[in-house]
Structures are given as C-alpha cells and as structure tokens.
C-alpha cells in the first residue's frame, strides 16, 4: 500500500515545516492528506505513514484513535458530524440530530444503505453560537441548521 505521487508531495510540503530531525511533527497532516486520498485510516494506510515518517506505528495509532475527525473505519461518501453538547443542544441540536436520524433512517456511527451518508456525533466543534451545526467530511461546516436548511443539504449532496 501507499500513496500517490500528490499525496506524498503534500506530505512532504507539511515536513518542510518542521527542523530534518522532526519530520514526525508532521503526523496530523499526514494523516489528513492519506485519509482525503484513501477515504478512511485503515492499518495497512497508518503503517505507511509511521514508515514514511520514521515513527513506530503504534503512535500514528494514538493519533488517530485520539481526534474525532480521523476515520478508522470506512464511512459514507458524506459524514456528517453533529455537535450535541450542552450549548448546542439548548440550541437545538439535538432536534436538528433527530431529523437527521430520521431522514436518514441511521444512528450515530451508522452509514445509510445506499453508503452516502455516515452520522457522527461530536464533541465541541467551537462553533456554539451558531447552533446546530452540521460538519461535512471535516471539511466545510454548515451553521444555524433548521429542518429546511438539512433538507437542503441533504437534497444537495445526494
């Protein structure tokens, strides 16, 4: 297993960053560019990446078993992350997760039939006061989601 001639340039990019003895520095990074081209963190992919950096696989494993936003399993084409703590819920999150649910006939750590959609729960996504908001593939976050608003992204990633 490895990865393409663009994702190693992009890694070797975020190695730059850091002093030539340190390389492992770069391990977040790394991580984020394997799982966009591969999809998900398998353990064949995080070995690769601890050879590429010179780190022993166990702590590439602590890594991405410790951030949320790391997917150690494979997930829909589109998973959608949902703040459900305190603030976010008074704000109506936890109804926004309950449409989602519904509309999307899965739970939490679930992915739809047809594989598009993957639900996650999250903790503090830092966006509180724009409640409920909705993360799509760690990528673009969507705030202020009502019911209309989730049918819309929905209707809009299918």
Request: glycine residues 6%; hydrophobic residues 40%.
């Amino acid at each position: 297993m490895t990865l393409s001639v663009q994702s190693l340039q992009k890694i070797d990019k975020e190695i730059a960053k850091y002093p030539a003895d340190r390389k492992q520095s770069a391990v977040m990074s790394a991580l984020i560019v394997a799982q966009d081209e591969k999809g998900w963190l398998s353990t064949e992919t995080m070995d690769f990446v601890a050879g590429y950096l010179g780190m022993a696989p166990v702590a590439v494993y602590e890594v991405a078993s410790f951030y949320t936003m790391y997917n150690r399993e494979q997930t829909g084409r589109y998973k959608l992350t949902v703040c459900t703590c305190l603030p976010c819920g008074l704000q109506g999150a936890l109804e926004a997760v309950d449409h989602l649910k519904a509309k999307l006939g899965i739970d939490f750590g679930e992915t739809t039939v047809d594989g598009r959609f993957t639900l996650k729960e999250s903790e503090c996504l830092g966006a509180c006061a724009m409640a409920p908001v909705i993360l799509v593939n760690n990528k673009k976050m969507h705030d202020y989601m009502s019911k209309e608003k989730i049918d819309a992204l929905l209707k809009e990633l299918k």
